[in-house]
């Protein structure tokens, strides 16, 4: 099988190519030029192109030059918005992504199957659709305007809806890779007094449920739940790694300002009866423990440090 992922060279996309080329599939990434570098170096294999995803003609280009089996869509803007432009660049930049994936596939006459990566962010407390985050109901909206789109055009499109995922080259600002820059520095982190609770579930596991969504006879639509069904909080994360550590790891004072994220609802993995041969396959202390080891390479070290703006 061929694959395609746009949005290569952020986490979740990143991971979803090593384990593919892992796999032995031929593997394509679509990148913003000069991104994904770092996190795609153990794995010359995979073929990169350079695309800006907002832009039709360049994905037709893309997909037809490379007739890919199935397209991975995992490129999103980053933040959660807090102010007016970054509200607007991201509610814009979502909309201009969407529709130049789908219209573009659709130009250059994509048959396959598009697996389109979405958030948990986007469901409320009692399952619904209404996120207390601007982030999560761009993602609600860019789920349904996604599905319809891609009805309309005839394309077969199912969604992965990742909870909260952790891993190898997650955004150094998260609290995983905060606790793990602590960890080497030999310094602590602050954490709110009240812990957030949430469904953690390892980058390699999200990669094996889009493989399985895109290798599947006939998926339905989804949304398939990236996630355990065993949510942790923030609190024990932290419990966790300093066990891995071997270090302390949480200040002493608590952090004075919010959790952007808070609680996510949780999540109900995908079974048999889906139509999906997947379960996730790494509890979280084992996953915390690959996680420190990562962070101890050099790509590591270099990702945590130097992307968080730390010296």
Known sequence: ???????????????????????????????????????LASHPRIHRHDIDVADAVAVESLVAANAPDCIVMAAFP???????????????????????????????GFGGRIVWIGSALAIDRTGGTRSPHFRGAVKAAESLLAAQLAAQLGLALSEVRVFTGYGPFEQPQRLVPSLLRAALSGTR????????????????????????????????????????????????????????????????????????????????????????DWAPGIDLREGLA???????????????????GAT
Not at 7 to 36: K, N
Request: with cysteine; aromatic share 4%.
């Open 290 to 308: 690959r996680t420190w080891e990562w962070a101890r390479t050099r790509a590591g070290r270099e990702h945590l440090f130097a992307m968080a």
């Open 1 to 39: 099988m061929r694959l395609l992922i746009l949005g290569g060279g952020g986490a979740i996309g990143s991971a979803i190519a090593r384990h593919a080329d892992d796999t032995g599939l031929d593997t394509h990434v679509g990148l913003r030029p000069g991104a994904g570098r770092l996190c």
């Open 189 to 276: 982190v602050p954490l709110v007094a009240t812990p957030a609770h949430r469904d953690w579930i390892h980058y390699e596991d999200i990669a094996r449920l889009c493989l399985a969504v895109a290798s599947a006879p006939s998926p339905h639509a989804g949304p398939f739940h990236a996630c355990t069904g065993k949510p942790a909080d923030t609190h024990e994360i932290a419990r966790l790694l300093g066990e891995i550590t071997g270090m302390a790891l949480v200040a002493d004072t608590p952090f004075e300002g919010h959790d952007h994220y808070g609680d996510v609802p949780r999540g109900m993995p995908p079974t048999r009866a889906d139509g999906i």
């Open 78 to 108: 980053h933040g959660l918005a807090p102010q007016r432009q970054a509200r607007k660049d991201m509610l814009l930049g979502m909309c201009r992504n969407l529709l130049a994936v789908l219209e573009g596939a659709h130009a250059a």
